[in-house]
C-alpha cells in the first residue's frame, strides 16, 4: 500500500528525510505535479522508481532563477526533462495565435506556470550550472521536435530540439523501454555519447561511420528549409517509419557535418507490461502543496477516467497521434483495469460515475489485424481509410464485456465513454451489439461523435471517412435509439479552415448544419501542430501522400469567415458572415426565406430565418436530432441565450415556471388579434403572411 506521503522528494529537505544523499535522477517538468498514470511524468518517475533507482522532481521551475533547477542537487546519472503532458505552445496559444489565459496544468489554473518551449529553456538553464550531467529530454513536445520540423507559431522550419536545448538524448514516443535502458546503460557507466544504441531514442553524431547497420538518409536541414517539395517528401519519410517492425533508421544531416540520427521506435509494450506500469504505486492526486490553490484542474478531468488501450489506426491526417504512440494498439487486460476501478470507488470523492474507459480511440481493443503482429503495420496504406481494410478485424467483444463487467462493480451507478469512438469502426463490425450497448448504457443523453467536415474533398485530405459513411451511422444511432425508447441525440464536432476547405467547403457545412436545426457549441480551428500530415500540407500546399498540390486557407480574415459560417446563428458572427457569403457569391442565402443563413439586417438575439425558437432556446430538426443552441455570456453582460428583450419574462421565467392567468392569455392572444387602430378585436384568419422571398437556388457542395 500507498504510505500517505509517498510523493517523490521536491527538495533536498525532503531528500533528506528518505535518508538521501543524493538522486539517480531529477525529472524537471512543465506541469504541476500529479502522480497519476494519466500523466507521463508520473509514470516515467514511477518506473525508475520501481527499478531501484532514487527520482527526485521539480515542477514548474523559475525560469528566470538559475537556483530554482538545483533544488534538488546534481542527480548521479542525469536530467530528464519534459514540457509536460501538452506541448506548450498548444497550451499557451490559440489556433489564431492568441494568448490563453488559463492553464489546466498549472495550480490553480490561471496563467501558465511555464515558459514558451521548455524544454529548450529548462536544459538550457540546467547547462548554465551543471556543464557536463547528461540531459534526457521526453515527453509529446519533444517527441513532435525530434527532426527539423514546421514551426507554426514563428512560421518557420526549425531545427531538431535536441540540437536548440544542448541536451543529449531524447526519447520519443511513450517512452517506458526507452528510459530503463538508458538508466541502467549509465548506471553501468557507459557515458552518455555511447548510448547510441537503444530504441526509440534520437542522438548527435558527427561520424557516419560510427554508425552501425543499415540507415536512410534523409534531405538535409538546409535543403527542407530551401524547398517546401523537399520538406514534404523528407516528413512523409517519417511519418511511414513509425512501426516497430518496418522502421529503419534515419539520418538528418545539418551543416558543420553534424548530423541527427532516430532509431527506429521502441517495441510496443506487452499487455503484462502494460499492466504493470498502470499497477504501480501512484498517489493519484496533485501534490499537497497545491491544496491551497485549488489544485491541479487537469487531474480533475481524469481523475475517475480509466485508461484501456494505446496507439490509434485510424489515421486521422490532423492528428499527431500516429507520430507519437504509433498505429499498433497495446492494451491493458480486463483484470488490470477492473483492479484499478475498484480502488477508484474507494476514493472518497468518487459518486458512482466512470467518466471514461478507453484511450486515443475508446473501442480499439485490439490490432486492426493479426498481420500487423508478425509484420507491421502497412507502410502505404491505412487501416479505416479511404475504406475498411478487408483484413481489419472490427470486433467489440472484448471491450462489451469489459464494460459489463465495470458497470457490474458495486458502487458504479454509471460508464461513461467520452475519449470518442470511430463510427465507421462501429459500422465495419459486422454484429450491431456494441451500438446497442452503446444506446442503452452509456450514453447521457449527447453522443459526441467526429465526422469533421461534410465535404468529401475535404474529408479525404482529413483522413476521414466519406460523409455518407457518418450518416449511415447517425440513422442507425436514430433508429437503435427509437428501439430502445431513448431520446438521445448526436452532436458532432466540426473543424474549420483544414487545407482543402474554401469558403464554397465552409459554406456547404453551414448549409448542413442549417439543415440539421443545430447550432455547434464549440468549433475546432484547425491548429498546424507539428508531426501531422495536415500540418505538412499548410506549410508546403502539398499533400505528402500524393505530391498534389493542396489549396489551404492561410489568412486570418479567412480563417475567421470559416469559423463563423459555422456559427452563422450567432449575432456576433453576422457582419463576418455577411461578408463571407458575399465574398463567395452566396447573397442567395442572405434574406428572410426558410433556406437563409441570415437576414438582410441584425436582427433579435437567437433569429433564423424561417424558424421559430421555443423559450428554453432549444430546438429539434426534423431528424430527431437536438438544437443547443447557447452562447458564452459577452463581454457586455449581456445574456446571449435569451431571446430579445420584447419575448422576455420577468426573471427570465420559461412557459413552464409562468401562471396560468399568463398562459390563459396567450392562448387567447393567439386566436384572436386586435386592430391597432380601432381598438376592436377579431378572430385570426388563416390567410398567409406575405413574405419576401429569395428565388435563387441552392448550391451543393460537390
Known sequence: MIKKHGFLPMNKKEMKERGWEQADFVYICGDAYVDHPSFGAAIITRLLEDAGYKVAFIAQPDWNDESSIAVCGEPRLAFIVSAGNM??????YTSFKKRRHQDAYTPGGGFSGRPNRPTIVYSNLIRKTYKKT???LGGIEASLRRLAHYDYWS?????SVLLDSGADLLMYGMGEHSILEIAEALDSGIAVQDITYIRGTVFKCRDLEELSGDYELLPSYEEITESKETFAKSYYRQYVNTDAITAKRLVEPYKKKEYLVQNPPSLPLTQEEMDHV?????????HPSYDKLGGVPALKEIKFSLTSNRGCFGGCSFCALTFHQGRRIQV???ESIIKEAELIIKDPDFKGYIHDVGGPTADFRHTACE???KYGVCANKQCLFPKPC???NADHSDYITLLRRLRALPGVKKVFIRSGIRF???????KDHFLEELCKYHVSGQLKVAPEHICDSVLKLMGKPENQVYEKFAKAYRNMNKKLGKKQYMVPYLMSSHPGSHLKEAIALAEYIRDLGYMPEQVQDFYPTPGTISTCMYYTGLDPRTMKEVYVPVTLKEKQMQRALIQYRNPENYDIVKAALIKAGREDLIGFDEHCLIPPRKMGHNYHPGKKVSADNTAKSKDGRADTRKYTKPKSGKPQNMKSKQFKTDKYKTGKDRPEDFKAERQKNEKYKTDRFTGKTQERGKSKKKTIRNVHTRKKCR
Not at 506541448?87 to 499557451?92: E, I, T, Y
Not at 512560421?155 to 531545427?159: F, G, L, T
Open 424 to 430: 465507421d469502426y462501429v459500422l465495419a463490425d459486422k
Open 134 to 136: 547528461p540531459i534526457l
Open 278 to 286: 498502470y499497477e504501480l504505486p501512484y498517489m493519484r492526486a496533485w
Open 155 to 159: 512560421d518557420k522550419v526549425k531545427r
Open 371 to 373: 498481420k500487423q503482429l
Open 332 to 334: 491493458r487486460s480486463q
Open 87 to 92: 506541448d506548450s505552445m498548444v497550451n499557451h
Open 390 to 392: 478487408a483484413n481489419m
